[in-house]
């Protein structure tokens, strides 16, 4: 496809069980992001990944959350043991990585734990 | 610490009238600015990009303005529309990070009737 693809668009799951959220970036783009956004509040850097680099994990809030990304191309973000504070709208973004450049972001995974 | 600072996080603007946003950073390393714009249920979506060898970008009725010294960039939006109600961020990279972007937290911008 032309853009960033995320699924599943939506995801409803219970408190204590785990999740994977998939993101497929725009072909050639070395640089992918996730982030996410809380209900009323900014977007959220959660990890980046550049490359062959090592990932930037910064923003990961919890041990609970890891990403990998296989093959320089599709990510996935795990949540383990969600928690009802893991509600939110899961974004990822791509970009070809180099100065200058914007990033282009997927619809996101508005994930709810109920 | 929050690098990219939006403090306004609502803004209301009658139609035809100029909207305003802004946006301060603290990170002297930052080179390069953006600013995306978010429909609800949707991804965010670039809108206007400057350099900092630049003071002002211009594209249609979307200005970005660069104050380095005051590390203040604004968007200006003239004549407003009500398509243009949406949630603005502000977005910041460096060369020698890495080029990861750092968001601000938004503005809500609504252009009333």
């Known amino acids: 496809g032309a853009g960033v693809s995320q699924s599943p668009s939506n995801k409803v799951t219970e408190k204590g069980k785990d999740v994977e959220l998939r993101c497929d970036p725009i072909?050639?783009?070395?640089?992918l992001y996730w982030y996410r956004q809380s209900l009323g509040q900014g977007l959220e850097f959660l990890i980046y990944f550049q490359g062959n680099s090592a990932p930037d994990k910064s923003g990961l809030p919890s041990d609970r959350f890891s990403a990998e990304r296989t093959g320089g191309s599709v990510s996935t973000l795990t949540i383990q043991r969600t928690q009802q504070e893991d509600s939110a709208v899961y974004l990822c973004?791509?970009?070809?990585?180099?100065?200058?450049?914007?990033?282009?972001f997927g619809q996101g995974t508005r994930l709810t734990v109920v | 610490d929050q690098q990219v600072k939006q403090n306004s996080p609502s803004l209301s603007v009658q139609e035809g009238r100029i909207s305003i946003l802004n946006c301060d950073y603290t990170?002297?390393?930052?080179?390069?600015f953006l600013w995306y714009k978010k429909y609800p249920a949707e991804g965010p979506t670039f809108l206007i990009s400057?350099?900092?060898?630049?003071d002002k970008n211009e594209d249609g009725r979307f200005t970005v303005f660069l104050n380095k010294s005051a590390k203040h960039l604004s968007l200006h939006i003239v004549p407003s529309q009500p398509g243009d109600s949406a949630v603005y961020f502000c977005a910041a990279s460096a060369r020698g990070g890495g080029n990861k972007l750092t968001f601000g937290t938004g503005t809500q911008l609504k252009v009333e009737l």
């Open positions: 990170n002297s390393m930052f080179d390069y």
């Open positions: 973004a791509s970009s070809f990585g180099s100065a200058n450049t914007e990033a282009f």
């Open positions: 072909s050639g783009h070395t640089a």
């Open positions: 400057i350099s900092s060898i630049k």
